[in-house]
């Protein structure tokens, strides 16, 4: 199993890391910045039923050491268990382990017991996985990894058309990849039309990112503001803000921000990234922490930003304002979550 690599922020899974030879997923954040609302961009939006409901919930809450030793259980018993592979691929992913992530993840899209839904869902996560892997390979192995990351992600929506979250890795691939490894602003505009009549928040959201690819800022920062007419999501507020971030226009930035959090009415994953941008660009650090500290304590936490990774991040920044106790118990929290990733992270952060 491979250790975690470098330090990224805990946001919003989203598109995973797909600038092949570049891609930090949206996704991730990668994971990226993908539009992906809620426990969609985990793949569902209920809790499944027995056995699994245990494992998705640790995982769900950053527990991942109990999700792991749920999963192990229920794989032990039952080796054909797709979905249990898939969660089990997942908490891998979380803690940035790509390698094991690829297995099992490979190991549940190998299921033919999986029912379409699921097995898109399978496709999706296999995709991701193998984005995280190229993030980290070299020019030939990564070629090759981007290959099977348009593969698995082209084979989700195959499986399930209306699978948003396949159809937003698939957009994101295709914009950020070159044309030899099938990405191409020629299938992202196809795409883009596909969603439109069903998905035009994420439709306009794909213009967007597109337009942002040919240097059309005016043209980009359209299409971001009608993605949010197309549904005033926290989420899409956030999408604007990296947006605005990126250009340096901080304080269009900040009060992208604010509308996002003033749309974010269970306090979801997009405070984790409302709070990346303050912290990135030195602003309201105040906000920043309470933005993290209103997600640790809601009940809409998802392996979309996991817990973990809030809770290490919150420690920088309380580290960073001077702190140390306080920074020192979140670095706890963390720990009690993810000993592995968060004893990495303070090997890191500490040189070692």
């Not at 984790?272 to 660009?281: C, E, F, K, N, Q």
Request: charged share 25%; proline share 5%.
């Amino acid at each position: 199993m491979n250790a975690p690599s470098s330090p990224v922020a805990a946001g919003r899974i989203g598109s995973t890391s797909l600038r092949i030879l570049r891609l930090g997923l949206r996704v991730a954040v990668s994971m990226i910045a993908v539009t992906m609302l809620g426990a969609v961009a985990s793949g569902e939006s209920a809790p499944p039923d027995a056995p699994h409901a245990s494992a998705w919930h640790a995982l769900m809450e950053g527990r991942v050491q109990d999700a792991e030793t749920a999963l192990r259980g229920l794989i032990a018993a039952n080796p054909a268990d797709s979905y249990s592979h898939q969660l089990l691929c997942r908490v891998y992913y979380t803690e940035e382990m790509y390698d094991s992530a690829v297995h099992e993840c490979e190991a549940a899209a190998a299921s033919i017991r999986a029912g379409r839904e699921e097995a898109s869902d399978n496709q999706l996560w296999l995709g991701r996985a193998y984005g995280m892997k190229a993030q980290r390979a070299g020019p030939i192995a990564g070629f090759k990894l981007a290959r099977k990351v348009q593969a698995s992600f082209a084979r989700a929506v195959e499986l399930n058309p209306n699978n948003v979250a396949a159809l937003n890795d698939l957009g994101e691939y295709d914009v950020d990849a070159p044309f030899i490894v099938g990405g191409g602003l020629d299938k992202a505009q196809s795409l883009a039309d596909r969603m439109m009549p069903h998905f035009p928040a994420a439709a306009h959201r794909l213009l967007a990112r597109m337009a942002d690819s040919e240097n059309d800022l005016p043209g980009a920062e359209t299409e971001f503001k009608r993605a949010i007419a197309a549904g005033n999501t926290a989420e899409a507020w956030i999408d604007l803000a990296q947006f605005y971030q990126g250009r340096k226009r901080t304080d269009d930035a900040v009060a992208a921000i604010r509308s996002a959090i003033a749309a974010d009415r269970n306090h979801g994953p997009a405070l984790v990234d409302a709070a990346s941008i303050l912290i990135a660009t030195h602003r309201a650090p105040d906000l920043a922490e309470r933005c993290l500290r209103d997600y640790l304590a809601s009940r809409a936490k998802t392996d979309a930003a996991p817990a973990f990774k809030a809770h290490l991040q919150l420690s920088r920044l309380l580290s960073a304002r001077g702190n140390t106790d306080e920074a020192a118990r979140e670095h706890d929290a963390a720990a009690a979550l993810a000993p592995e990733y968060a004893r990495s992270r303070r090997a890191v952060q500490q040189g070692l």
